[in-house]
Structures are given as structure tokens and as C-alpha cells.
Nanobody, 124 residues
Framework: QVQLVESGGGLVQAGDSLKLSCAVSGDSVSAYVMGWFRQAPGKEREFVAGISTGPGELYADAVKGRFTISRDNAKNTVYLQMNALKFEDTAAYYC??????????????????WGQGTQVTVSS
């Protein structure tokens, strides 16, 4: 059973940086497409960033150039480095794993395993 545990969320000011971590257990993170999604109150869950099993990353337009997703296979962990945070980045952030794909996608239904989420709050 694959389990994902996010950490690193918190309260920051606009313009600050924050790094989220997603620790994976039960299988090797290198075998999965990994993604980060977020959900603000009253809104649908949306794609933020994804990383393929090989080279290749995918970003939502809203975070492109500010956020970076990375993977550390030795630590079985995926990260989301968030720079130049904006008020509109405020949301619960979720890590997800896709067991069947090789290339990252924005499609929420492709992801099979989900973490419990970590809250990011950006004050303006």
C-alpha cells in the first residue's frame, strides 16, 4: 500500500518562499509519475505541477517560473519549491502518485494515491 505524507506548509507573506515535501512509503517513488495539486476553499482541486518517471516536468500556467517540482529517489521524496508566493496561492496542497503513466499529466483522475494535504496560507 503506497502512502504519501506531505509536510512543509505554513503561513507566509506574499513574496516569500516555501518548500513542500511528500514522503512516499510502500513503493519506490521512481516508479511513479508524481504530482502536486491544490484546493482553495469553495474551489475545485487543481493541478499545480507534475514530474514524469524520466526527465520531464509539467506546470500549471499560474505557477510556471515560480514553482519547481523535484524528486529525490534516494530519500523516496518529492518536493515542491514555491518562490514569489502570492495571496492566490493560498490553498491546501496535495501530493499524488500515478502508477500507470510515464509522463506527467494534469488530469486529476489519472492519479491513484493521494496524501492528506498540507495548508499553505499567504498573507497579502
Amino acid at each position: 500500500q503506497v502512502q504519501l505524507v506531505e509536510s512543509g506548509g505554513g503561513l507566509v507573506q506574499a513574496g516569500d518562499s516555501l518548500k513542500l515535501s511528500c514522503a512516499v512509503s510502500g513503493d519506490s517513488v521512481s516508479a511513479y509519475v508524481m504530482g502536486w495539486f491544490r484546493q482553495a476553499p469553495g474551489k475545485e482541486r487543481e493541478f499545480v505541477a507534475g514530474i514524469s518517471t524520466g526527465p520531464g516536468e509539467l506546470y500549471a500556467d499560474a505557477v510556471k517560473g515560480r514553482f519547481t517540482i523535484s524528486r529525490d529517489n534516494a530519500k523516496n521524496t518529492v518536493y515542491l519549491q514555491m518562490n514569489a508566493l502570492k495571496f492566490e496561492d493560498t490553498a491546501a496542497y496535495y501530493c499524488a502518485a500515478d502508477r500507470d503513466s510515464r509522463l506527467a499529466t494534469m488530469i486529476l483522475l489519472n492519479y491513484d494515491y493521494w496524501g492528506q494535504g498540507t495548508q499553505v496560507t499567504v498573507s497579502s
